[in-house]
């Protein structure tokens, strides 16, 4: 005999869960935290099971208090996304799932959100159409993506966790910049080393020519953190340092492009970088919107850029991979084309994300990415990374509630659309 209620009736069942859950407080979590769960699989995948609904229920009510979210293409689908992940995290918890069949459906949860389509076009839509302001819009893209961080952070930590135990053998040592999960080697000069690399080529293939990328080490050791988001703030950053110089190079007319200098250092627990251009700079009147998702000097890309052309740069290793003797950037199969594509057509700058997410990806693990800039000449860019272990997540200590809003929203009407879960409840 069937028990089980019908689709329509689970589908009440599982948004009223969604409304209920959003309420609830994410779980504040250190990286030491993290670490520590990671000695015991079990207790990370229970954790995992109990955390992950709630942070998605967050989400989803995030983006349903948004103003006329159902019209917003990317806003319906990222939502429509996390509430097929919540569905098959709560079915996972009901039928009582082994690790193993966990393991496998957050990898399938992975792989779908890094697919997920950049909510910043929508976001210029509220702008243009004056529903939200710059400073809201950055605000609540903010605190979106620090839990789209944290969340991943505990989903890589897990499948890294699992993966070794099912293999019964120790994780591989190799060096591998695109690693997910936390590192006790992060290895911060061969990152550098292997940004500056990728950078040069992708500038090459872009603009025909490239600076030099210097790489000095300063005193640089390996230390605690994880790989993939260093190499995603250098690689942003170099981004924008290449095209600039590229750019002002054309414009002097110079005869040879000065060098891009990038220094990278250990001291006191604290690995810092420097990267220096000379590019032109900022002007003075443009440096309070260089942190904002909606700014950007270079040329805006109109195409359907998803978010792992943005900021999950695995596909910069395929890119690095196709610029070998025997490949092209050209080269396609049937996973990678759209994402090759659309790499091809912004590779180095036009999306206005690099410098606000960078910065969020440091200031999550307790760093800071600091700006100077001398209009008309160059900048300079320094990242200071703690070894992480013993500070709280930038999200576990500001992860918003139902209620979340900028102040300057806080009686604004049109931030809780009618229908929307929090106002329902009555809460504003």
């Known amino acids: 005999m069937n028990l089980l209620p019908g689709e329509g009736r689970l589908d009440q069942l599982l948004e009223a869960e969604i409304t209920t859950m959003s309420m609830q407080e994410a779980r504040s979590l250190s990286v030491r935290d993290m670490m520590d769960l990671g000695q015991r699989p079990e207790t990370l995948a229970a954790l995992l099971n109990e955390e992950l609904p709630v942070r998605y229920a967050r989400r989803i009510s995030m983006l349903e208090a948004l103003p006329?979210?159902?019209?917003?293409?990317?806003?319906?689908?990222?939502?429509?996304?996390?509430?097929?992940?919540?569905?098959?995290?709560?079915?996972?918890s009901a039928e009582g799932m082994s690790e193993s069949g966990l393991r496998l459906t957050l990898a399938k949860i992975k792989r779908r959100h890094t697919r997920t389509n950049l909510l910043?076009?929508?976001?210029?839509?509220?702008?243009?159409?004056?529903?939200?302001?710059?400073?809201?819009?950055?605000?609540?893209?903010?605190?979106?993506?620090?839990?789209?961080?944290?969340?991943?952070?505990?989903?890589?930590?897990?499948?890294?966790?699992?993966?070794?135990?099912?293999?019964?053998?120790?994780?591989?040592?190799s060096f591998d910049p695109y690693q997910s999960f936390i590192s006790t080697k992060c290895d911060p000069l061969k990152i550098a080393e292997h940004a500056a690399n990728v950078i040069q080529d992708l500038c090459h293939e872009w603009y025909g020519s490239a600076p030099k990328i210097i790489v000095t080490d300063a005193g640089a050791v390996p230390f605690t953190f994880v790989p993939r988001y260093m190499f995603y703030i250098l690689s942003e950053l170099l981004k924008n340092a290449v095209r600039a110089t590229v750019e002002q190079h054309s414009f002097t007319g110079c005869s040879e492009m000065v060098p891009i200098t990038l220094v990278v250092c250990t001291g006191r627990g604290v690995t810092s970088v420097?990267?220096?251009?000379?590019?032109?700079?900022?002007?003075?009147?443009?440096?309070?919107?260089?942190?904002?998702?909606?700014?950007?000097?270079?040329?805006?890309?109109?195409?359907?850029?998803?978010?792992?052309?943005?900021?999950?740069?695995?596909?910069?290793r395929h890119v690095e991979m196709s610029m070998q003797p025997g490949h092209s950037l050209l080269d396609q199969d049937e996973d990678t084309s759209q994402e090759h594509r659309i790499l091809l057509r912004s590779p180095l700058a036009g999306l206005g994300c690099g410098l606000p997410l960078s910065r969020l990806y440091a200031e999550y693990l307790g760093g800071r990415l600091k700006l100077q800039t001398l209009p008309r000449y160059g900048t300079d860019v320094f990242v200071y990374l703690n070894s992480v272990g013993n500070c709280v997540s930038a999200a576990a200590r500001s992860v918003p509630s139902t209620n979340w809003a900028p102040t300057t929203l806080a009686e604004d009407s049109m931030w809780w659309p009618s229908g929307s879960r929090t106002a329902e409840h009555g809460i504003m």
């Open 120 to 173: 910043v076009q929508s976001f210029k839509e509220y702008l243009q159409q004056e529903q939200l302001t710059e400073t809201q819009i950055n605000d609540w893209l903010d605190q979106f993506f620090k839990l789209r961080i944290s969340t991943n952070l505990l989903i890589s930590q897990f499948l890294e966790i699992a993966n070794d135990a099912s293999q019964g053998s120790e994780a591989d040592a």
């Open 274 to 316: 420097r990267i220096s251009d000379t590019g032109g700079g900022i002007p003075v009147d443009r440096l309070p919107r260089v942190w904002s998702y909606l700014y950007t000097t270079a040329q805006p890309q109109d195409v359907p850029i998803t978010r792992e052309s943005v900021d999950a740069p695995t596909r910069l």
């Open 68 to 92: 006329e979210w159902q019209g917003k293409d990317s806003i319906r689908h990222v939502r429509e996304m996390y509430i097929k992940s919540f569905k098959e995290l709560r079915f996972c």
